[in-house]
């Protein structure tokens, strides 16, 4: 019988996981989506072929406290299903933080991953976020990564999964310094150094990937003037693990006055293993995945 190809885009809070991928006694963002597939599943199971079990294809990894707002799977089954029918039946039972926010069928051969022409990710950072951003955004003084810098802030402390820190831990306050100040130019100027073709070895997580040459197709900082936040928007055909983060904490590093911008551009000619600030992992969000015309739907994403 022939195999019919299906895609989910997907929104989840990345605090209530430890990550996309499954992982043996974590909570993951794979297997709370699995596990909810195979339910929806075994609800429809009069349709020929509904009884299989479909192994997902993911457009991105996300790390540990990583969010997504536009994360695409797809998968191929026997089954003729409905998509919007498997949209509503999947979120009647998916744990609360995670979402399918569009459903469809997908053209034959579809695969969320090497189909991609982009990825989007988004960085919040600021001196002093606004509380109920917190979660969602890297608010600076942090002790961990830039002792003796800045006012007062919440203790960050290690969370031991890569994601290095966590906010909101009521374990006391850094100790007042000089004000801190983040400047977007900075931000701007290393950053720029990154666009392009580049072997990022000197970003990666060490012994992850072989192949290590990306492509860094826009680097943007936009402001927001209503609070001391900005968001770095980056685009580029793939990424590696930790690439993100780590371009990230060294243009941070380089806007609060620590670095020169030039420090980014050393970093990337020099290829060694990457020993500078790592941004945390809950500033970081998935915001979109771009796809060849006509191979997602156009319509904006349905309400849960």
């Known amino acids: 019988m022939e195999r019919r190809f299906y895609a989910l885009r997907l929104w989840y809070d990345g605090g209530r996981f430890r990550g996309f991928q499954r992982q043996p006694g974590l909570p993951t963002v794979q297997e709370a989506l ?32 990583v969010h997504a707002v536009g994360q695409v799977v797809s998968f191929s089954m026997r089954a003729a299903l409905d998509p919007d029918a498997l949209r509503r039946a999947l979120n009647a039972t998916l ?12 053209r034959a051969g579809f695969h969320a991953r090497s189909a991609a022409l982009s990825r989007t990710y988004v960085y919040l950072v600021g001196v002093d976020v606004p509380a109920p951003l917190r979660a969602y955004a890297w608010s600076l003084l942090d002790a961990r990564a830039f002792p003796g810098l800045g006012t007062a802030a ?11 820190l966590r906010p909101g831990d009521p374990a006391g306050l850094t100790t007042p310094a000089a004000p801190l100040h983040l400047d977007p130019a900075g931000l701007r100027a290393a950053l720029s150094l990154a666009v392009g073709e580049h072997d990022f070895a000197g970003f990666a997580r060490p012994g992850e990937q072989r192949g290590t040459v990306r492509t860094l197709l826009s680097a943007e900082v936009v402001s927001a003037n ?42 990337l000619l020099a ?20 796809y060849p015309p006509g191979t997602a739907p156009p319509s904006p994403p349905k309400a849960p």
């Open 154 to 164: 919440p203790a960050l402390t290690d969370t031991g999964d890569g994601a290095h």
């Open 34 to 65: 699995e596990d909810a597939l195979r339910r929806a599943l075994r609800q429809g199971a009069s349709a020929p072929g509904a009884r299989e079990v479909p192994s997902l294809v993911v457009a991105a990894r996300t790390d540990a406290g």
């Open 226 to 267: 209503w609070a001391p936040l900005h968001a770095i928007v980056l685009t580029g055909k793939g990424f590696l693990r930790a690439m993100v983060r780590n371009l990230v904490g060294t243009a941070v590093t380089a806007a609060v006055g620590l670095a020169p911008a030039s420090h980014l551009g050393e970093l």
């Open 95 to 106: 744990p609360e933080g995670l979402a399918v926010l569009e459903a469809w069928a997908a």
């Open 271 to 290: 290829r060694g293993r990457y020993r500078g600030v790592r941004a945390p992992g809950w500033g970081l969000t998935l915001a979109n995945v771009a």
